[in-house]
């Protein structure tokens, strides 16, 4: 469904300040696949999304998405493709746009827009039963601007946002790392929820290690550019924190005694 061929990425090449973000990365996804990628700073994890959704292009290899090579498509045409939570609440939303206002251009993604109403009457009821199914109540709230949200409301929003029209994958950046434990719990099973009920392929960053564990059917390791680990099925279920851990450890040694624990 997805496939990554032989993936390199540098950054500030040839520089003192030269990275090797993503080193020869070979990667299969199928549809329907939820990944928990996770690794410590540095590993390439954004990179890795930021390579799949357009941010840059590879220094060299191949990307495709449903057959079709994506490889040098630009952000705004892989966006009718992907779908894409960031960590900052503040951001894929319009804060000066009413609710409404930002669903009627969600529901836009990938077609083609021209002038006429921003929000059409037949659209309004629809609306409202989106937003009533995140138990916010929201759906009263059609006319407020985008702004006026906390932080979480304005996360499921975007979770609800991004996926009005089905994405073929959708990236999940750390998108509860900003949120309180509480509402970080809510929005991590919102996400769940949305992406069991529409079988979306899915990869989820996160640094916590019992999450990752405990969501999606696969999980991916990453170090140093590379993938250290890819484990699904069985190998996965079994999978223990204190097991990521040893692995942590082996791929850093002494760094992990500090970073094990954030990754808790």
């Not at 251009?105 to 989106?130: I, T």
């Amino acid at each position: 469904m997805i496939r990554l061929e032989n993936i390199v990425k540098y950054f500030h090449k040839g520089s003192v300040n030269e990275v090797f973000a993503l080193n020869t990365i070979n990667l299969q996804i199928d549809e329907g696949d939820f990944i928990t990628v996770i690794g410590s700073n540095g590993a390439g994890k954004s990179t890795l999304l930021n390579c799949i959704a357009g941010g840059f292009f590879p220094d060299s290899g191949r990307i495709t998405i449903a057959g079709v090579d994506v490889t040098g498509w630009p952000e705004y045409k892989r966006a009718s493709l992907i779908s894409r939570v960031f960590q900052d609440p503040l951001l894929g939303t319009c804060p000066s746009a009413t609710l409404e206002q930002n669903m009627a251009l969600a529901g836009l993604r990938g077609k083609r827009r021209g002038l006429g109403r921003g929000v059409k009457h037949r659209d309004r009821q629809h609306f409202r039963e989106e937003l009533t199914k995140l138990g916010l109540g929201l759906e009263n709230r059609l006319l407020d601007k985008v702004g006026l949200l906390s932080g979480g409301q304005r996360q499921a929003l975007t979770m609800l946002m991004a996926t009005m029209i089905k994405p073929e994958v959708l990236l999940l950046d750390e998108h509860i790392a900003a949120l309180d434990p509480k509402t970080a719990n809510q929005i991590l099973h919102l996400t769940q929820e949305i992406v069991k009920n529409q079988k979306l392929t899915t990869l989820m960053i996160t640094h916590n290690m019992k999450h990752a564990i405990s969501f999606g059917n696969r999980l991916i390791m990453l170090h140093q550019g590379r993938i250290l680990l890819d484990l699904r099925g069985e190998e996965k279920e079994n999978l223990t924190v204190k097991d990521l851990l040893q692995q942590f450890y082996r791929a850093q040694g002494e760094e992990l005694a500090m970073d094990s624990l954030l990754l808790n």
